[in-house]
């Protein structure tokens, strides 16, 4: 697949090749704040359109048509892989994900079940519908959430602020977590190989919330874990990125976990975290998703400013430090993109 792209701007700077300038791709590109994304959402659930191939596409393809970016990303959910070994998951509007059972005992986690592909085949359906419309244009990614930012879905029933139900089972009960964290780490393997498989061109795995943990049980609770995930990969030429909120921190241990590039969040200088990472380590970022809200000229001031702190480097893949929030307007999101497609070192 990825030797035949026309733009393959995201696939040699994850893999540290010279570009002309940054890709830009963004988290949640292909969410509310589009209107088109609310005319498909208007008319289904959030896991219908995830697991009808055709609507995925749809929602996918809406900011490659719209936006005009460098990488398309598979329309789905982190959680999926929870919903296909037992978790009963809905999305309701306002309250964001829910675990109707969550894990709370032996019992449980042993009912957790890991073979569990063939739950999965729609992803691996809708990527072939994406890759029959992308046409070889712009590469797809694909992507799995990482197992402890699943485990605390699994664990807390649901998003949570403090992540205290899951902060008690690391520390009352680490071997239960471990069952749990294992069991998780082997699906997400066979399931990003899955897409892998069905031809998607980058892989990004999302520790979203490893930021609540302390230096200490994030090696032992996540970044072990993922290392893991990452060796089991074949990859084929497929560039891994490897994301969570809390990399500005945990970037030096990321790095030896083996992926091919780190996103990272916005607290950090950009510039300086890929100083200390090993040469042939890609980073990706890390704009405020926030600046996004602010007058295009702030937002073109930002832009500018840490492309210029990114002068020189290769292995550089613009994209906010997180996901772009509902309320962004759509223009502003358009033109942040415009300002990178313009630039050139
Ligand atoms: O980036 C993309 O455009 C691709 C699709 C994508 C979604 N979720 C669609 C989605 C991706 C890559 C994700 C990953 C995801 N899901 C993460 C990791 C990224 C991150 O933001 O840290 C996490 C933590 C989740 C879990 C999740 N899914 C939450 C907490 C929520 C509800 C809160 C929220 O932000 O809406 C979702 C729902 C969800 N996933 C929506 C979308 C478009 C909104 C569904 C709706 O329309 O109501």
Same mark, same amino acid.
């Given at each position: ?36 994304? /609310? ?226 969040? /916005? ?79």
């Amino acid at each position: 697949m990825t030797e035949n792209l026309k733009n393959n701007l995201l696939i040699r700077a994850a893999f540290s090749q010279p570009t002309e300038r940054p890709p830009v791709w963004m988290m949640r590109q292909a969410g509310r704040f589009m209107k088109e994304y /609310w005319d498909i959402k208007n008319r289904y659930s959030f896991l219908e359109m995830c697991k009808t191939p055709e609507i995925a596409a749809d929602v996918t393809m809406l900011p490659v048509d719209l936006l005009g970016v460098d990488a398309a990303i598979l329309f789905s959910d982190i959680l999926v892989t929870g919903e296909a070994m037992g978790g009963q998951l809905s999305f309701e509007q306002g309250v964001g994900p829910r675990f109707a059972n969550p894990i709370r005992s032996y019992a449980d986690a042993e009912a957790l079940r890991t073979n569990v592909l063939d739950k999965l085949q729609y992803v691996g359906d809708a990527i072939r519908v994406i890759q029959q419309r992308l046409q070889g244009m712009i590469p797809l990614i694909g992507f799995a959430g990482a197992p402890f930012t699943v485990l605390s879905y699994l664990v807390e029933g649901g998003s949570s602020k403090d992540f205290k139900r899951t902060k008690l089972l690391l520390h009352n009960e680490p071997e239960l977590a471990h069952i749990i964290l294992q069991k998780i780490a082997d699906v997400t393997v066979d399931y990003l190989n899955m897409q892998i498989a069905a031809g998607i061109d980058a892989l990004q795995l999302f520790d979203s919330w490893a930021l609540a943990l302390s230096w200490d049980d994030y090696e032992i609770f996540s970044h072990r874990y993922n290392a893991y995930i990452f060796s089991k990969l074949q990859r084929n030429g497929v560039p891994v990125i490897s994301f969570c909120k809390g990399s500005s921190v945990f970037a030096p241990l990321m790095a030896t976990a083996g992926p091919d590039v780190i996103s990272v969040d /916005w607290n950090a200088d950009l510039r300086q975290v890929k100083d200390n990472l090993p040469g042939g380590i890609a980073v990706q970022g890390n704009l405020d998703p926030f600046v996004l809200y602010a007058d295009k000229k702030v937002i073109k001031e930002k832009i500018l400013h840490l492309f210029e702190r990114m002068r020189g480097q290769d292995g550089f893949i613009f994209n906010l430090g997180h996901g772009i929030m509902p309320d962004i307007p759509f223009d502003n999101v358009k033109y942040a993109i415009e300002v990178v497609r313009e630039f050139s070192y």
